[in-house]
């Protein structure tokens, strides 16, 4: 299932993908106008079409020999809660600062229009865990560098970055590039 080559989708099998997009929705001028917004609630309300999706990312992490599911809040919840499940794997939350209650470790990073910081609970995760990041969408790349920088930090080892939906023309890959050193890039579909 890696991604990490020129072609982001070149070994998701083409029904895969198929299904994955049939079921994601755009929504023109939301939230403002000129924007595309990518829905994916009806593929989550699709019971077939969240199945596959959920052992695609299932099979991600057993390929990648992970240990445990980052997931990125909020949508990346979503997808990385049952991927980990299904690969029976522990699954930790990376939240918006001020979410987890408790000794978090927290990572800063650039927005469009301004900075956000994202935190994890420190003892979550240890030097022998092998992490999968997952979210649904990998677009500038800001969130996903964070993430990765943070897991990282609490002492863990990325085994890659799993997303849904790549919106290639806003250049998160090669944002990626530099940081990601031997942690691959899963997208499901690009758009």
């Known amino acids: 299932m890696t991604s990490s080559t020129s072609d982001p989708e070149a070994t998701v099998p083409a029904a895969v993908r198929e299904l994955l997009l049939g079921r994601i929705r ?22 077939e079409a969240f199945g596959v999706l959920t052992e695609t990312l299932a099979d991600i992490c057993a390929e990648r020999g992970a240990t445990k599911v980052v997931g990125l809040e909020a949508r990346g919840f979503i997808l990385a809660a049952p991927a980990a499940v299904r690969a029976g794997l522990g699954f930790v939350p990376v939240r918006k600062a001020g979410k ?13 229009y301004g900075t956000a910081e994202i935190e994890v609970h420190a003892e979550d995760l240890a030097s022998e865990d092998r992490v999968l990041i997952v979210d649904d969408v990998l677009a500038t790349g800001g969130t996903a ?47």
């Open 26 to 47: 755009d929504v023109a001028d939301y939230p403002v106008p000129g924007v595309m917004f990518k829905d994916i609630t009806p593929l989550l309300a699709d019971p």
């Open 145 to 191: 560098e964070a993430s990765l920088q943070l897991v990282r930090r609490a002492g863990a080892h990325v085994t890659g970055i799993a997303v849904l939906m790549e919106l290639g023309f806003l250049g998160g890959r090669d944002r990626l590039k530099p940081v990601m050193r031997d942690a691959p890039l899963d997208a499901l579909v690009t758009v």
């Open 100 to 112: 987890l209650p408790g000794a978090t470790l927290a990572q800063s990073y650039e927005l469009e």
